[in-house]
């Protein structure tokens, strides 16, 4: 798989974990970051679907 095939991470380089284990910056868990590199096209695109989300509820 060539790297511009890859699903690029949701980093926006303001990188601090809040008291919940989440980002304040990408909306993804502790987990989620140090997994990222691991993980599938397909477990990265659910991820994105679960920032999403996240991010829906901070806003509100």
């Known amino acids: 798989m ?5 699903v690029r991470s949701p980093c926006v380089n303001v990188c601090a974990l ?3 284990d989440m980002c304040i910056g990408c909306q993804r868990t502790g987990d989620e970051i140090l997994r990222w590199t691991t993980m599938s096209n397909d ?3 659910e991820v994105l679907l679960k920032v999403a989300e ?3 509820q901070v806003a509100l």
């Open 54 to 56: 996240r991010e829906k």
């Open 43 to 45: 477990e990265r695109r």
């Open 18 to 20: 809040d008291e919940n």
């Open 2 to 6: 060539k790297v511009a095939d890859k």
